[in-house]
């Protein structure tokens, strides 16, 4: 799927778009408008290309899905929050010029769906991230491997 969408520039288009629609979003503005890493939006894409495909450069760079949820975990957002972040990254897939072709698009729904559940679990004040977790390799067929510990 990484090299069907275009390889890494595809991944830092889509990055981008996403974040300019959750900036927009009235709900998903806060989060995102407080200052995180500084290379936010490009580690965004190395982690979605190597979810989908890509190279290791995420983890590599970081502590792998650990490190990613537990940037999530303990927040006690709001249900609502993963339906506007779903819905902000399938049309960031059509501001970032991604393949329009249905299954494509559909396994990108799919994968975000998942991870949105996979990082919510997280979500109650006190939550445990287990340490290690590999990121999640998603393909056309869905999930191809879990994120388990090395």
Not at 88 to 95: E, G, I, L
Request: aromatic fraction near 10%.
């Amino acid at each position: 799927m990484f090299e069907f969408a275009g390889g890494e520039g595809a991944f830092l288009a889509l990055a981008t778009a996403h974040h300019e629609r959750c900036l927009q979003d009235p709900v998903l503005e806060h989060p995102f408008s407080h200052p995180g890493h500084p290379q936010h939006v490009a580690r965004l894409a190395n982690y979605w290309a190597e979810v989908f495909g890509g190279p290791d450069l995420y983890s590599r760079a970081s502590d792998g899905q650990s490190g990613m949820l537990l940037i999530h975990a303990g927040m006690g957002a709001d249900d609502d929050l993963g339906d506007r972040f779903v819905s902000c990254f399938v049309k960031a897939a059509d501001d970032a010029h991604l393949p329009d072709d249905p299954e494509f698009r559909r396994a990108l729904r799919d994968y975000m769906e998942w991870a949105v559940r996979d990082v919510h679990t997280y979500n109650p004040k006190g939550s445990t991230v287990p340490a290690k977790l590999q990121i999640p390799r998603w393909s056309w067929d869905g999930l191809q491997s879990q994120a388990a510990a090395v």
